[in-house]
């Protein structure tokens, strides 16, 4: 017979908190019962509102604080937390990186795959990191309107500091919403797929300055066009790309297919490891720049690299990371399912001069079997997959080519403990400890680098 919860919908009590979920939710239970608290840390008390109940857990709200932790971060805006912007936002910094070392040495337990794990590597101002905004714009009280959704709901709560965006893109979003105000351009409404704009986008090089516009339309036209462009370029000068991206799909994806550039350049440049890369409206290219290049610089330190090596780099979008380890390794090939991203990555390769990288389109996967059954053997391997990590097929066809070494790039732990597993089991063990990197600071992503050497 199920067992009845504890608790109902509206039930008012006092409780201690004693953990975070992975979505940055604090915990509390009643008889053993989980419910999750928005804007909660542990070891603070709290009196706790229960907003919904499921068959084996339920949400509440903190309707009030009794007992504060040392580790609220107290200098937050609570429409960061309100919308998920910024889920991490109530913990103090500290007490961010000491969370997200834990997750990791927490989900490697349940693997049960004994490893040790650094203190994550955090950023001297973890706030105004991000290089790229997509804003969504909706109708409230007759005018367009930017903000962000509130949690779980498709309702818009207007916002105008971003709190993690660089600053200067918080200042052209609202720029650009007060021009398209002026012109009374209708926003995008998804329950009718009628208006015009649907987001606006705004891309920023850390390092160039260089800044790119994308109107992301509904429509295959953009009313005024002329005028919104002429005042975009004239109240934002670092504007050196100004496109519109049509997008006419019932979707939650937020960038259609076609491309229009209304003025300027196709795409605006920026620097890693002093190399210079090219980005489009749809570039994969890391949000944070400052970061990234600790995380690259890590990868390549941790390989071990000497000059001498044959290197596969698998998912190498724009071609970044084999980019930068080109001049220190004797050759590397890069793969990539994202057609514009191999191209990008070429043209990347001859803007920099680089002539001993290659890049290939087509899965990871698929590849990388294809490589192992014609004989290939690198002597390092580096794989930075997305968020559903790798396959048991390229695992397999990655050891089965027996590099030397094996660096796992990481941006979801508990993906990369479940690889750690196989890859264990194919002959490999780690070496020194899991490095994880704050990427993205008052959000619950985690990167890492694992380094696994061939016994």
Not at 17 to 26: F, K, P, Q
Request: hydrophobic letters at 40%; a negative charge.
């Amino acid at each position: 017979m199920k067992k009845k919860a504890p608790v109902v919908k509206n039930q008012e009590f006092d409780a201690t908190v004693i953990d975070l979920t992975y979505e940055g939710n604090g915990v509390v239970k009643v008889d053993d019962f989980p419910i999750f608290v928005a804007n909660a840390v542990p070891g603070e008390e709290i009196r706790v509102g229960i907003t919904k109940v499921a068959g084996t857990y339920a949400f509440g709200r903190v309707i009030k604080t009794l007992k504060e932790s040392a580790d609220r971060n107290k200098d937050v805006d609570v429409a960061t937390l309100t919308t998920g912007i910024a889920p991490l936002a109530h913990l103090n910094y500290d007490a961010q990186l000491r969370f997200k070392q834990n997750q990791i040495q927490e989900l490697f337990k349940k693997q049960h795959v004994d490893v040790e794990v650094s203190e994550t590597l955090g950023m001297e101002n973890p706030t105004g990191y991000r290089n790229k905004a997509q804003i969504p714009t909706r109708e409230l009280r007759g005018e367009l309107t930017t903000g962000f959704f509130r949690r779980g709901s498709h309702n818009l709560m207007p916002i105008e500091d971003f709190y993690i965006q660089d600053p200067e893109i918080d200042k052209a979003i609202v720029v650009i919403r007060d021009i398209l105000r002026k012109y009374h351009i209708p926003a995008y409404n998804e329950f009718e797929h009628t208006g015009v704009i649907r987001n606006i986008m705004v891309r920023r090089g850390y390092y160039s300055h260089e800044m790119m516009v994308v109107l992301v339309t509904r429509s295959k036209k953009v009313p005024g066009a002329e005028m919104i462009v002429a005042d975009i370029r004239e109240a934002l000068p670092e504007v050196k790309s100004i496109i519109q991206n049509v997008n006419q799909e019932k979707t939650n994806v937020i960038l259609g297919e076609k491309n229009n550039t209304l003025w300027g350049k196709d795409v605006i440049t920026d620097t890693l490891f002093g190399k210079k890369f090219v980005i489009g409206p749809n570039s994969f290219y890391q949000v944070n720049p400052q970061t990234t290049e600790t995380l690259y610089q890590l990868a390549a330190d941790k390989a071990g690299l000497t000059g001498d090596e044959e290197v596969i780099d698998a998912y190498s979008g724009i071609g970044t990371i084999s980019l930068t380890i080109a001049d220190r390794v004797k050759s590397v090939l890069g793969v990539e399912v994202v057609p514009g991203a191999v191209d990008d990555a070429k043209r990347n390769a001859d803007i920099n001069g680089v002539n001993n990288a290659k890049f290939e389109l087509g899965k990871a996967e698929e590849k990388m079997v294809e490589w192992h059954e014609a004989g290939m053997r690198p002597d390092v391997i580096f794989v930075d997959p997305p968020r559903k990590g790798l396959t048991p097929e390229l695992i397999d066809a990655a050891t089965g080519m027996e590099p030397e070494k094996f660096v796992y790039i990481s941006c979801n732990p508990a993906t990369l403990a479940r690889d750690t597993v196989q890859i264990l089991e194919n002959g490999y063990h780690i070496q020194g400890p899991v490095q994880p990197i704050d990427q993205f600071p008052q959000t619950t992503h985690i990167e890492s680098v694992t380094v696994f050497v061939k016994d």
